[in-house]
């Protein structure tokens, strides 16, 4: 009989729980916050060290008094610092891009001029009206990019050539002594850069995203995941890790928005370190550490830090490949409704879904009869976007932006089961329609 109870009783505890094998879907609470931030590890990627030179005067105190409010629990991989060092005289060049900007209105100017000459010679536009209507566009521009230029930041260039006149270093020297991991070996470090290049092409995270960058630079994201895992393989505890890269090698998505890390890197840390994962971007960190650390953070340092990451944010998506901006895309789906067609309530549906949207609600949607095919349905929204890229409004290497999907197991493999939203577009989609919402 007792034999009988102790095995109902080992039965009973051997079983495991909601969220067993499923700690990535959990939402960190204000407690798990304040454990990993007074006692796990702290880690921060290079681009939140590189912000303090895009930040205003307050919002870069606030987080500099974040980081060295943290102690010991502020850790730094070393692959951190060797990319803040590479990329930091590139920032203090434009660390708000003011300089960037004013380049974008000249490329903006130069095509503005292009559209009314070729309009003009199109209605044949007698040549003193033409010269009047780009006179006035000229000066107009040549108004705004002045006042741009205005910003420019030079102290930058003297912070570059002389280190002790970087006020940022300065500081930074202070909170990260002792806190920056080691190298590692060079045995390790070829290793560790094979895996990167294997995950690369298997689509591993984190650091598959970064496929187009150069020699070992592919490499980056995943010689810090490694250092990290380590450092949280010694110490045994949780680890949050602060960035503000938001690429979906990272980052776990939900119609666009963020909701922790990736499942394959919370299932890897637990594996590695027996610890959580958490991930936080810096704004979040300073909204965060308001009200769980005894430190000031002002209102407006959290809004500079979400404007730094938005900008920083597009500025990825455009450099990924997809090349597609919010602007572009109001433009695209303006076009689309002029015309008359179903495309912008079907992509919206789609962004409502998780970026799918089945056949069946096509037809709903366009009110189509059944007998006609889908074949061809992306074409508006592919030759619209073919006149974005000669308007030279978003680069020839952006993708499209719906695709049919095929299900080749079924019946008829070559009838669409639906059309989905480039991936890597869908925070841009969603985020316009919850603007026009």
């Given amino acids: 009989m007792a034999t009988k109870a102790a095995g109902r009783a080992r039965s009973s505890t051997s079983g495991k729980g909601l969220f067993d094998g499923f700690e990535g879907y ?3 609470s204000q407690d798990a916050y304040r454990r990993v931030l007074t006692q796990g590890i702290v880690a921060v990627d290079a681009n939140v060290l590189l912000n ?21 629990q502020l850790w730094v991989p070393n692959q951190v610092v060797v990319e803040f060092w590479r990329n930091r005289e590139g920032v203090l060049r434009d660390p708000r891009g003011t300089e960037r900007a004013a380049r974008e209105l000249v490329d903006a100017r130069d095509r503005a001029t292009a559209t009314i000459r070729a309009w003009a010679n199109r209605v044949s536009l007698p040549p003193a009206e033409e010269r009047r209507l780009i006179d006035t566009l000229l000066g107009a521009y040549s108004t705004v990019i002045d006042g741009v230029d205005a910003f420019s930041d030079r102290s930058g260039e003297r912070a570059a050539r002389d280190t002790g006149s970087d ?4 500081r930074l020297e202070a909170v990260l002594d002792s806190r920056v991991g080691p190298p590692l070996e060079s045995d390790a470090h070829a290793v560790a850069v094979a895996e990167a290049r294997r995950r690369i092409e298997e689509l591993v995270p984190p650091g598959f995203k970064d496929k187009s960058k150069d020699g070992d630079g592919a490499a980056g994201d995943y010689l810090v995941w490694e250092q990290l895992l380590i450092e949280a393989s010694r110490r045994r505890s949780d680890v949050l890790f602060v960035t503000g ?8 998505r939900e119609r666009g928005e963020l909701r922790g890390p990736r499942l394959e890197l919370v299932a890897e840390m637990r594996s590695r370190s027996e610890g959580n994962l958490l991930m936080l971007t810096p704004s979040m960190l300073l909204s965060i550490a308001r009200s769980v650390l005894d430190v000031e953070v002002h209102e407006e340092s959290v809004e500079n830090a979400e404007r730094v990451d938005r900008l920083l944010a597009g500025e ?4 990924s490949g997809d090349g597609w901006t919010i602007d572009a895309l109001d433009e695209l789906f303006d076009r689309l409704a002029a015309e008359g067609g179903p495309h912008v309530e079907v992509v919206a549906r789609a962004a409502a879904s998780d970026g799918f949207v089945s056949r069946d609600e096509v037809y ?4 189509f009869d059944r007998s006609r095919s889908l074949r061809g349905f992306t ?4 030759r619209l976007r073919q006149c974005l890229v000669e308007e030279r409004a978003i680069p020839a290497s952006s993708c499209d932006l ?9 019946n008829n493999p070559s009838l669409a089961t639906g059309f989905r939203v480039a991936e890597a577009v869908l925070p841009l989609v969603v985020e316009i329609l919850d603007d026009g919402s």
């Fill in 379 to 382: 074409r508006p929204l592919n």
């Fill in 316 to 319: 990825e998506r455009a450099s």
């Fill in 167 to 170: 006020v940022v270093l300065g």
């Fill in 245 to 252: 890269d938001v690429k979906e090698d990272w980052w776990r």
């Fill in 26 to 28: 959990r939402t960190p």
């Fill in 402 to 410: 719906l695709r049919a999907e095929y299900d080749p197991l079924s």
């Fill in 364 to 367: 709903e949607i366009a009110g």
């Fill in 52 to 72: 303090l030179y895009r930040y205003t005067e307050q919002a870069k105190n606030d987080l500099l008094a974040v980081l060295a409010s943290l102690g010991s």
